[in-house]
């Protein structure tokens, strides 16, 4: 998980501080699949309807959306699960760029075969 983390919100020392409620929520996430917005919100202790309390839900789950999160609407409802699918897309993304930055001629090598 601490790899996850890392990954996701960096290693800065403010950031380190959301670890514990970011593993939270994809504990709880995972358990149940999807948890609605308020739902999540609840389970963390944050009063979203506060200023503060939405901004703070919002720096824990803002870096997610584009890692292992996905938000879907059903009517006026948020509802988050967790997507391996769209992580696989990230860390593709990572190994593309890695390969063109560090691996001389990278066009004309052929594509590994972990990705056929």
Same mark, same amino acid.
């Given at each position: &998980? *601490?790899?996850?983390?890392? &990954?996701?919100? %960096?290693?800065? #020392? =403010? ?11 994809? @504990?709880?996430?995972?358990? /149940? %699949? ?5 739902? $999540?919100? @609840?389970? $963390? @202790? ?5 200023? @503060? %309390?939405? =901004? ?6 803002? #870096? &997610?959306?584009?890692?292992? $999160?996905? !938000? *879907? ?14 992580? /696989? ?6 190994? /593309? =760029?890695? =390969?063109?930055? $560090?691996?001389?001629?990278?066009? !004309?090598?052929? *594509?590994? #075969?972990?990705?056929?």
């Amino acid at each position: &998980m *601490e790899e996850l983390l890392v &990954m996701i919100y %960096g290693t800065h #020392p =403010k950031s380190r501080k959301l670890y514990a409620e970011a593993e939270k929520i994809i @504990n709880l996430i995972r358990e /149940r %699949g999807s948890i609605n917005r308020e739902e $999540l919100a @609840n389970a $963390l @202790n944050i009063d979203i309807n506060s200023q @503060n %309390g939405k =901004k703070h839900f919002y720096n824990l789950v803002s #870096p &997610m959306f584009n890692t292992i $999160l996905v !938000s *879907e609407h059903r009517g006026k409802t948020v509802y988050y699960r967790l997507s391996y699918d769209l992580f /696989r897309v990230y860390i593709d993304g990572i190994r /593309r =760029k890695a =390969k063109y930055y $560090l691996v001389k001629n990278a066009d !004309s090598l052929k *594509e590994d #075969p972990d990705q056929q």
